[in-house]
C-alpha cells in the first residue's frame, strides 16, 4: 500500500500575520515560493501515481513548485471556511469572545462569500476525500496540496479519530506528512517535516 503524502502550502501574507485564510485566494509570498520548491526533492522521492490540490491559488501554486504539475484540483481540499472569522487573527476574536477556540466554539456565519463551516461540514468534506484516494493506494503513493486546518482534520479522521482531534497536529507552512498503515494500522509515519530536514 501506498503513502497518503501531505502538503500544506506555502507561506502568504495572512499565514504569516495569523489571519485565518479560508476562501480568501491569497498568493504565496517570495518566501513561501521559495519553501514549496524547497519540496521537490522529497517529494521525487515518492511514487506517486496521482496528486490533489485544493482549487487556492497558494495549493496550487505549492503544489507546481513542488513539481507535482499534473495535481487536480479538487474542492473538497478547500480551507475551513471561517465565516465571519475570515482574515481575522485568533487574538481578534478573543477581544470578543474571550477564551475562544476555534476547534471547540467553531465560527461565526459572515457575508454571502463567507457562510462559515462547521468543524463536521468539513470533516465530511475529508471523508468524502479519504474514500476518493484510498482505492489508488493500492497502485503507489498519492499526494494531496491543502491547507493546515484541513489537512490536520484529515488526519484525525484517517486515524479514525474525532474531527476536533487535529487540534493536537500543529502544521507549518511548507511542509511534507505521511501517513500509512502498519500491521493494517492506519499511523502517521511522518510528520511537519520542513524542507530543509527533508
Same mark, same amino acid.
Given at each position: 500500500m501506498g503513502a497518503l503524502v501531505l502538503i500544506r502550502h506555502g507561506e502568504t501574507e495572512w499565514s504569516r500575520s495569523g489571519r485565518h485564510t479560508g476562501r480568501t485566494d491569497v498568493p504565496l509570498t517570495e518566501t513561501g515560493e521559495a519553501a514549496a520548491e524547497a519540496l521537490a526533492p522529497a517529494?521525487? %522521492?515518492?511514487?506517486?501515481?496521482?496528486?490533489? =490540490?485544493? #482549487?487556492? /491559488? *497558494?495549493?496550487?501554486?505549492?503544489?507546481?513548485?513542488?513539481?507535482?504539475?499534473?495535481?487536480?484540483?479538487?474542492?473538497?481540499?478547500?480551507?475551513? %471556511?471561517?465565516?465571519?472569522?475570515?482574515?481575522? =487573527?485568533? #487574538?481578534? /476574536? *478573543?477581544q470578543e469572545r474571550p477564551g475562544w477556540v476555534l476547534w471547540r466554539d467553531g465560527v461565526i456565519p459572515g457575508d454571502a462569500e463567507h457562510p462559515g463551516e462547521s468543524i463536521d461540514q468539513v470533516a465530511a468534506r475529508t471523508d468524502a476525500v479519504l474514500s476518493r484516494v484510498r482505492p489508488l493506494l493500492a497502485a503507489g503513493d498519492v499526494a494531496l496540496v491543502s491547507h493546515g486546518h484541513l489537512l490536520r482534520i484529515l488526519t484525525a479522521r484517517w486515524l479514525?479519530?474525532?474531527?476536533?482531534?487535529?487540534?493536537?497536529?500543529?502544521?507549518?507552512?511548507?511542509?511534507?506528512?505521511?501517513?500509512?498503515?502498519?500491521?493494517?494500522?492506519?499511523?502517521?509515519?511522518?510528520?511537519?517535516?520542513?524542507?530543509?530536514?527533508v
Open positions: 517529494v521525487r %522521492e515518492w511514487h506517486v501515481i496521482a496528486a490533489f =490540490t485544493s #482549487p487556492a /491559488i *497558494r495549493a496550487s501554486r505549492t503544489a507546481e513548485l513542488a513539481g507535482l504539475r499534473n495535481a487536480q484540483a479538487d474542492p473538497d481540499l478547500q480551507e475551513w %471556511e471561517y465565516g465571519g472569522y475570515e482574515g481575522r =487573527t485568533a #487574538p481578534q /476574536i *478573543r479514525g479519530l474525532e474531527p476536533g482531534a487535529g487540534r493536537y497536529f500543529h502544521l507549518d507552512t511548507a511542509t511534507l506528512s505521511t501517513l500509512g498503515t502498519e500491521r493494517e494500522q492506519r499511523v502517521i509515519t511522518s510528520w511537519n517535516v520542513q524542507p530543509r530536514a
